[in-house]
């Protein structure tokens, strides 16, 4: 069993920033996919940022220019640093590790709550 923990949420005026951490009880080093999604009340989980194997990062549009994502294979953790919130950034944010190979791998952490508010 794999277990994501997340942390670094917390309650943050807009404008302001945090740092989201996901940290696997494995080695990421073969892992394909680490991602962070999101979900606000009532809405859809959406992605918003993730990064592959090699480097290869994707965003959201919403986020782009404002939030990055990386990875630290010796210390088996992603982050998102998140700049220039604003309060629709509110939500509860999730980490997601895939692997294709040797063998499928689909892991969610718990989720850790970001709220922009003044």
């Known amino acids: 069993q794999v277990q994501l923990v997340e942390s670094g949420g917390g309650l943050v005026q807009p404008g302001g920033s945090l740092r989201l951490s996901c940290a696997a009880s494995?080695?990421?080093?073969?892992?394909?996919?680490m991602g962070w999604y999101r979900q606000a009340p009532g809405k859809e989980r959406e992605l918003v940022a993730a990064?592959?194997?090699?480097?290869?990062?994707d965003y959201s549009d919403s986020v782009k220019d404002r939030f990055s994502i990386s990875r630290d294979n010796a210390k088996n953790t992603a982050y998102l640093q998140m700049n220039s919130l604003k309060p629709e950034d509110t939500a509860v944010y999730y980490c997601?590790?895939?692997?294709?190979?040797?063998?499928?791998?689909?892991?969610w952490g718990q989720g850790t709550q970001v709220t922009v508010s003044s």
């Open positions: 997601r590790l895939q692997r294709t190979f040797p063998s499928k791998l689909d892991y």
């Open positions: 494995i080695s990421i080093f073969s892992i394909n996919r």
């Open positions: 990064i592959s194997g090699g480097g290869n990062t």
